[in-house]
């Protein structure tokens, strides 16, 4: 693990995540069109479609901002599946 470079940053980044996690399973817990998108998002893979045609290329900056995205729709994901299962056994 990377060691934290501004964990006043990091700390609220987690609870924006957390706070999204949960909202988003509120959302899931109702019925109808928003609670359908909300499983479907905590169903999706959120990797990286690589259409590049050579796979030998150099990532540029923007491929890296969309793997930093991709993997925070994962971590999301993640954390409102934990919650949704959470539910679940109660």
């Known amino acids: 693990m990377a060691p ?4 006043n940053q990091e700390g609220r980044l987690l609870a924006q995540r957390q ?9 899931a817990r109702t019925q109808g069109p928003l609670a359908d998108w909300v499983r ?8 990286l479609q ?3 045609e050579d796979p030998g290329a150099v990532p540029d900056s923007a ?10 729709k994962r971590m999301l994901a993640s954390a ?3 919650i949704l299962e959470a539910d679940a056994r109660r």
Request: glycine share 2%.
């Open 4 to 7: 934290i470079e501004n964990p």
């Open 19 to 27: 706070v999204l996690a949960e909202l988003l399973a509120a959302c």
């Open 40 to 47: 479907e998002f905590v169903d999706a893979d959120h990797g």
């Open 50 to 52: 690589d259409y590049n």
């Open 63 to 72: 491929f890296a901002v969309e793997s930093i995205i991709a993997e925070e």
């Open 80 to 82: 409102t599946k934990r």
